[in-house]
């Protein structure tokens, strides 16, 4: 995909995060652009998670330039939060709210309210085919059903820019496919996917992949480019031949 300055919509730059002696980041730099699939990958103790925090504007960098949506991760993070959309494998609906409950309660959070709010819910039921399940509560769900409403859920302010944290953890694999069929569509519509996972194989949806190991940022290419430079057949491959000189461990 062809991108400009103009474009990027996550510039960080020599970014570091140190609790004591302990260096989680060290001088990440990279830029992501807008309706980019952003691959983010790592061992454990990589400083994946670390990282996902400080662009979401929920720890501050020891030090180094981030800037999220336009916004300053030291002096504007409460901006940063209010752009963006956040979903991990952890992340929980409430089992005892109905679908139509959670996606009220959680569109509040996001500042949403009213006539709006009622548009934006009723529109994500639609667009999800949920209306025959938008009274049943959350925990009669399949797990599938409940990931892919916690995406849409995590967008229902519509960010520029949403952050998917090990997203599809314990999904089967028809419902990962249909998750990211959805994610291709958010990206599609310009909206930019910040996404860590396990599943080398999903690695291969991205646009563009980044590495970490040890803190250290080893690799930043498209899928089919780091194949090749690691002349490897899959990105599995590409991880292990990266994540192998890692020493430290969770």
């Known amino acids: 995909m062809a991108n400009s300055k103009n474009d990027i919509v996550i510039e960080v730059k020599d970014l570091v995060k140190r609790f004591g002696s302990f260096v989680a980041d060290d001088h990440l730099t990279f830029d992501v652009y807008k309706g980019e699939i952003f691959g983010f990958l ?14 979401c504007g929920l720890l501050q960098p020891t030090s180094g330039d981030v800037k999220v949506a336009g916004f300053d991760a030291y002096t504007q ?3 940063i939060k209010a752009n963006i959309g956040y979903m991990s494998q952890k992340f929980s609906l409430y089992n005892d709210l109905s679908v139509w409950e959670n996606i009220r309660f959680f569109g509040g959070i996001y500042g949403l309210w009213g006539k709006e709010l009622k548009y934006r819910a009723d529109e994500l ?3 999800l ?3 025959d399940s938008r009274d049943v509560l959350i925990s009669s769900l399949p797990l599938g059903w409940r990931q892919r409403l916690s995406f849409a859920v995590s967008m229902i302010h519509k960010p520029p820019i949403v952050f998917l944290d090990e997203p599809t953890g314990g999904v089967d694999p028809i419902a990962r496919r249909q998750f990211w069929e959805m994610i291709n569509e958010v990206a599609a519509s310009g909206t930019t996917v910040f996404v860590t996972t396990h599943y080398m194989d999903e690695a291969e949806y991205c646009h563009r992949v980044a590495i970490l190991v040890d803190g250290k940022m080893v690799a930043l290419n498209t899928p089919a480019n780091l194949k090749k430079e690691y002349s490897a057949s899959s990105m599995n491959e590409v991880f292990i031949s990266l994540a192998r000189q890692g020493q430290r461990v969770e």
Do not use: E, P
Not at 44 to 55: E, F, H, S, Y
């Open 125 to 127: 039921i639609n667009n």
């Open 129 to 131: 085919q949920m209306n």
């Open 77 to 79: 993070s409460d901006l």
């Open 42 to 55: 790592g061992a454990n103790g990589a400083g994946k998670t670390t990282a996902i925090r400080m662009l």
